[in-house]
């Protein structure tokens, strides 16, 4: 076979295959010659948080109320109230036998509780993608529900934010270890202003957790 006739079979198989390709992915679906149809890039939003139960068991250690009380809800405080010592991680430092576990604490409240909530808080703010000045910590509440799960409650700056975003729903999940606590929020978006992220001043922040 003469190398005139092996390109002539080449590029009918070329085509062959190339239009098998076409019928298979319509122009517009992404792998044909039409760009992919897309939804809203801002319908939805995840922030996630990672929070070390330490660092909260730190800031309730060296602030007490002052640090319980602006940061955390009422109900906040509640859910997170034990009638008990409990276990909590250790401070950032701490020596001995017990370093590296979690240990006794005579705080009224769990620390994986409230380290769980700060996360989740956290992770609301990224959802909220606020511009400068941040939300009040209390005006981002975490709520547990009569069957066991928890949602979130804005007010303030925060619910000023979910409105102008156009975000119509929220879910959190929130979940804790003895060293650490995670929390992951989405939110779905019916579309609105977009606001960029950025790191705020210690004074806008109010307080850090640790």
Not at 97 to 107: E, H, K, N
Not at 156 to 177: K, P, R
């Amino acid at each position: 076979m003469s190398d005139a006739s092996v390109d002539r079979i080449a590029r009918a198989l070329r085509t062959d295959t190339l239009e098998q390709v076409r019928r298979m992915f319509p122009a517009g679906d992404g792998c044909g010659t039409g760009p992919a149809p897309v939804g809203p890039s801002d319908s939805m939003r995840v922030g996630m948080d990672l929070v070390p139960v330490a660092e909260v068991a730190a800031s309730v250690e060296r602030l007490g109320r002052r640090y319980l009380y602006r940061v955390f809800t009422p109900h906040e405080r509640a859910c997170a109230r034990v009638g008990s010592p409990v276990e909590t991680a250790p401070v950032t430092g701490t020596a001995g036998p017990g370093a590296g576990r979690g240990v006794r604490s005579s705080a009224p409240y769990s620390m994986q509780s409230l380290a769980g909530r700060f996360a989740a808080k956290e992770a609301a703010v990224k959802v909220l993608r606020p511009r400068g000045a941040r939300p009040e910590w209390r005006s981002i509440e975490v709520r547990r529900v009569a069957g066991g799960w928890c949602e979130l409650r804005l007010s303030g700056l925060a619910a000023v934010l979910a409105a102008e975003a156009g975000i119509s729903t929220l879910a959190v999940s929130v979940t804790h270890e003895p060293m650490m606590a995670a929390a992951c929020v989405v939110a779905m978006s019916e579309g609105g202003a977009t606001a960029w992220h950025r790191k705020s001043s210690p004074e806008q922040e109010g307080m850090s957790h640790g």
